[in-house]
């Protein structure tokens, strides 16, 4: 017997036969002698509507400001998942499972006041490991918890993933099963290449790499929280049929993420790269004729950081009469807020002009076996070079290579790379 958190997202929970389905996913760990607890999502593309809901709010009531309340907005969002875990408890009761719902501040997940984007800070899993006890599924709204107003406070979008990792340490489950519409991590994405592979296995430091660097299949917070607590965490897809001879073994029907000596201990030798990740949600902001003298670098990224805008890549170029050229990416969204930013900040800068451009891509090269190998880096540069590429910037880490090239070339440089490392294998 295991304790198991299962996750399901708003695709799996999309309408009542689909919430029948994920029914018929608890009813199986049930039946194996599991205790179960249910994270889930709202219902696909609920968020969406009620966010429209409160935005569009003041405009028609005639408010003289477009701001809300954003106490009142996490009310209202949080909404959505309460009606899901509701939905699915009645399905498994009817099954003949035990199992109720819980909202997030029933168990309670305490979180800070940063209504819309709060974090948690601490889980009392005590209530669920005595329902536990008494044979019950805990069916749990994702997403939200309590602020120390007293509030429903939400995790802002992807927080149903963290709920889960955070739910599975809090109760100390054996493991986290992420149920979504893919059937687990794949090499690269396999809509670009046909070739691209399901991970049986992969590092907690390489997912964190792959979700932040364009993986859509994980939400990064989930990911670092299950690595500073080694939660073990499968992704699986709900779309496969229950009862399918492969779902009754989750090492088969799935990728699982964990720590980096778990892979070690099962492979003889580490592949060297693990995946290649691309992001076109970049932006490219070049300061031009910058004076190359201390402080100019905090002068340009300090308003940034201000403004709550995050900067990946930073190139610096000196000339040989004493200015330098800044080139940064920022998320595409905060383009015109990071050129409008700078431009602010002129005076304390000084420079000559700020131009830039969103039809950029990042492609990263990831990979925990890159710590131990040479001339990871020499080979992707020649392969890109070979077709014409350019590379605009570059940045990288123990375990990862990125590069920004334009948009254009993004499928001409993820192919060959996926086939240069021996993903296609």
Request: a negative charge; proline letters at 3%.
């Amino acid at each position: 017997m295991a304790r198991i958190v299962m996750k399901f997202g708003g695709t799996s929970v999309a309408d009542i036969a689909r919430i029948r389905n994920v029914a018929r996913h608890v009813k199986r760990e049930v039946d194996a002698g599991h205790e179960v607890a249910v994270v889930v999502s709202a219902m696909a593309g609920k968020t969406n509507e009620l966010v429209g809901w409160v935005q569009g709010m003041p405009k028609a009531t005639g408010a003289s400001s477009p701001f809300f309340d954003a106490r009142e907005y996490d009310a209202i969002v949080a909404s959505g998942e309460q009606v899901t875990s509701g939905l699915l408890a009645i399905a498994l009761q009817s099954m003949g499972v035990n199992a109720r719902s819980w909202q997030g501040w029933q168990i309670p997940i305490k979180t800070d006041g940063a209504h819309g984007a709060a974090r948690i800070t601490d889980i009392d899993g005590s209530f669920l490991i005595k329902r536990f006890g008494e044979g019950q599924v805990a069916v749990v709204a994702g997403f939200q918890g309590i602020a120390p107003d007293n509030r429903i406070s939400t995790l802002g979008r992807g927080g149903s993933d963290t709920s889960a990792v955070a739910i599975a340490a809090a109760v100390k489950a054996d493991r986290c099963d992420i149920y979504t519409d893919v059937d687990g991590v794949y090499t690269t994405d396999p809509r670009v290449v046909p070739k691209a592979k399901r991970l049986d296995r992969i590092a907690f430091e390489e997912m964190l790499e792959m979700a932040s660097l364009g993986a859509k299949v994980l939400q990064v917070r989930s990911v670092e929280l299950a690595m500073v607590h080694n939660v073990r965490t499968f992704v699986r897809s709900s779309l496969v049929d229950p009862e399918a001879p492969e779902m009754a073994n989750v090492e088969k029907a799935g990728t699982l993420i964990c720590d980096e000596e778990e892979i070690v201990a099962t492979q003889m030798e580490q592949q060297v790269v693990t995946g290649i990740a691309f992001s076109k949600d970049e932006a490219q902001v070049s300061i031009r004729r910058v004076a190359d003298k201390p402080g100019i670098a905090a002068a340009v990224f300090g308003p940034l950081a201000e403004a709550h805008i995050n900067v990946d890549m930073i190139v610096q170029n000196v000339s040989a009469d004493g200015f330098t050229d800044i080139t940064f990416t920022v998320p595409n969204a905060d383009f015109e807020r990071a050129k409008a930013v700078i431009e602010t900040a002129k005076g304390a800068i000084d420079f000559h002009d700020v131009e830039g451009s969103t039809d950029v891509t990042k492609v990263s090269v990831i990979g925990i076996g890159m710590r131990s190998h040479a001339g990871v880096a020499a080979k992707a540069f020649e392969a890109l070079a070979a077709r014409g590429i350019n590379i605009r910037a570059i940045t990288t880490s123990e375990i990862k290579i990125s590069f920004l090239i334009d948009a254009a070339y993004t499928e001409l440089a993820v192919r060959p790379l996926h086939s240069l490392y021996g993903l296609d294998s």
